[in-house]
């Protein structure tokens, strides 16, 4: 289990508890797994892991797209505060009505940014993206419907600009927070599913997006974080050939806190002689320079202020006071 995550239990813990952005009612242990849990909230109050201010719209977008929320219930979202989905929507969501913030925490990672473009229902962030076709070739359900966020591929969040020479780029978003992985072979599912022919049509094609010269096999992906990357980095190469939303450029770019050391953790056997972390070994096996990018969510939301970002001063309040590793560089 992550050390980052025991040591972020007892802070969520005393943030739920002592700070104003809870009812009394939530402040409760929540029952998470079966169990009660001081760092959970109860279900019925699962709204209130949401920033105070986004709690409505964001229900709201993810009910209107059929958007999954991990182990939530009754169209809310997960009652453990560790989550990383609801991280990932408390940082990005803010900025969902506000491009021009956006493209200025963005302009750290991408200083080519002209202007962002909106993705959906007018907003310029969204969540769970699965790509407009099935181009991973994954299994669907009987009604031939896939789910945004469950069963499938999926970009933890999406948000796409104009660049200065005019071009248009997807960036797909893959959000950790108390990750870690262990080293289990995800070759074969449960089911007994092969995982490798799913994917193996892929990985085949002479536009493969992965550096197979330096690869030591196809099992070696199977993972994670690895299995999550290869999936990612597939389903970016797949949106770019098809120019999904107009895009000219799809690329991927990882967000995790700097402080979660379990995270870098070099999982697979064969890739240990490629280098000492997960995100510095993909990045070496995605062929074009720039379609990977890791960043830590210090670097890119650990300098905000409220004086950079005046209209926004009760989410700066909220980010800091609720995951303070943020402001640790």
């Known amino acids: 289990m992550s050390k980052f995550l025991e040591s972020e239990k007892p802070i969520q813990t005393q943030f739920k508890i002592s700070s104003p952005y809870f009812s009394d009612t939530a402040r409760s242990d929540g029952i998470f797994s079966g169990k009660p849990r001081s760092y959970c909230l109860p279900v019925e109050s699962a709204e209130q892991n949401l920033v105070p201010e986004i709690r409505e719209s964001a ?16 169209g809310k979202p997960s009652n453990h505060l560790c989550s990383s989905q609801v991280c990932c929507v408390n940082f990005l969501f803010p900025f969902a009505d506000r491009p021009n913030e956006l493209a200025q ?5 991408y ?4 202007k962002m473009l909106p993705i959906e229902n007018g907003r310029y962030v969204s969540f769970e993206w699965i790509g407009q076709e099935n181009y991973l070739g994954e299994r669907v359900s009987k009604n031939g419907q896939r789910s945004r966020g469950a069963n499938c591929t999926s970009a933890d969040s999406i948000v796409m600009f104009e660049r200065k020479d005019k071009k248009r780029q997807v960036v797909l978003i893959e959000w950790k927070y108390t990750e870690s992985y262990g080293g289990n072979f995800l070759k074969i599912a449960d089911s007994g599913t092969d995982r490798t022919e799913i994917y193996r049509h892929l990985f085949e094609k002479p536009d493969c997006p992965i550096n197979k010269d330096i690869l030591p096999s196809f099992d070696s992906l199977f993972y994670e974080p690895f299995y999550q990357f290869m999936r990612q980095q597939f389903l970016a190469n797949e949106m770019e050939k098809a120019h999904e939303l107009g895009a000219d450029i799809v690329s991927v770019l990882h967000i995790a806190p700097a402080h979660n050391d379990d995270f870098r953790k070099v999982t697979s056997p064969e890739l240990k002689k490629l280098g000492e972390s997960a995100t510095g070994i993909w990045k070496k096996l995605v062929k074009n320079e720039g379609r990977f990018i890791s960043v830590s969510i210090e670097k890119l939301f650990g300098n905000l202020s409220e004086t950079q970002l005046p209209e926004m001063k009760s989410w700066v309040e909220y980010v800091h006071a609720r995951y303070q590793w943020v402001r640790e560089q």
Do not use: C, D, M
């Open 105 to 109: 925490v963005f302009r750290l990672v």
């Open 111 to 114: 200083p080519e940014i002209e």
């Open 59 to 74: 229900l709201s977008h993810f009910a209107k797209y059929s958007i999954k929320w991990h182990t939530g219930q009754n």
